[in-house]
Nanobody
């Protein structure tokens, strides 16, 4: 069974940090570009950060540049999103997705219809 599982979400105060993990089972991630997406209440899904198959290229949406860092460990079949300086506006459900034959930017901006998705992890930033 092909599966992506996110973990690491939770409640954090403004200015705090969290690290999300996206672990794959049933397939290997090194053939896939991986993306982190989020959906905040009342808003559309947004591509937050995406990384190429080899990890050499990363894309970030403007609102998280300089605060979030995406990385991947293909040996562990896992992708990470380090989130620093979190603000109230970062509150959302965060999802990871895996797509083939796409660049990092395309993965975030035009996610392929055949991408695999995780179930999501809630991140709440609140004082």
């Amino acid at each position: 069974q092909l599966q992506l599982v996110e973990s690491g979400g939770g409640l954090v105060q403004p200015g705090g940090s969290l690290r999300l993990s996206c672990a794959a089972s049933g397939f290997t991630l090194d053939d896939y570009a991986i993306g982190w997406f989020r959906r905040a209440p009342g808003k559309e899904r947004e591509g937050v950060s995406c990384i190429s198959r080899t990890g050499g290229i990363a894309f970030y949406t403007d609102s998280v540049k300089g605060r979030f860092t995406i990385s991947r460990d293909n040996a562990k079949n896992t992708v990470y999103l380090q989130m620093n300086s979190l603000s109230l506006e970062d509150t959302a459900i965060y999802y990871c997705a895996a797509g083939r034959r796409v660049t990092a930017q395309t993965m975030c901006t035009m996610t392929p219809s055949g991408a695999y998705w995780g179930q999501g992890s809630q991140v709440t930033v609140s004082s």
